[in-house]
């Protein structure tokens, strides 16, 4: 694994140079890694399952650009983007992303309010969004192709970073970068 990583480094571009002059969509996504006794912080409520959380970053043709380091897999999208380390390096630029992110600088869908409607003008907005946004989950979809992001890594799961680090960069090799 070692001899993977350094010879796929020439091949993962810089996120502060991708992000210049493009418009970047982020989502999250989770890397099963199998329930493990005494990792409480990896379970994910809403996936019911232990994993770890990557962001994902693509521009409009859903070409990846950029795949974060993980953060544990109990972590809403908003805390996970800020403990990556990408929200101070994406509010320099213009970065379109799920409701999950609403807070942050990023162009997020209009929620429903409690006990209202949207007005239609929202609902346009909000399908233009999410029509946008389907390239970046065609990009971690085309990520997840490489099974073991798919799957669970069922090693240990302090290679796991470093798998997923290597992953992402087989993956842009594949692109061309």
């Known amino acids: ?80 983007i800020t403990e990556c380390g990408w929200e101070p390096l994406l509010d320099t630029t213009v970065w379109t992303a799920d409701p999950d992110y609403q807070g942050a600088t990023a162009t997020t869908p209009t929620k429903k309010p409690k006990n209202d409607e949207l007005t239609d003008y929202q609902k346009a907005v909000n399908k233009t969004i999410s029509g946008r946004r389907s390239a970046v989950e065609r990009a971690i979809a085309h990520l997840k192709n490489w099974r073991i992001l798919a799957t669970g890594h069922r090693g240990r799961l302090t290679e796991l970073p470093n798998i997923i680090r290597i992953v992402a960069r087989l993956e842009f090799y594949r692109l061309g970068w």
Do not use: W
């Open 1 to 80: 694994m070692p001899l993977l990583d350094q010879v796929l480094c020439p091949h993962e571009p810089v996120f502060v140079d991708v992000l210049a002059n493009r418009e970047t969509l982020v989502d999250g996504t989770d890397v099963p890694t199998g329930n493990r006794a005494g990792t409480k912080e990896n379970y994910s409520g809403k996936r019911h399952r232990q994993g770890l959380d990557i962001q994902v970053a693509a521009d409009l043709d859903g070409t990846l650009l950029a795949v974060s380091a993980p953060v544990p897999g109990a972590r809403h999208d908003r805390k996970a």
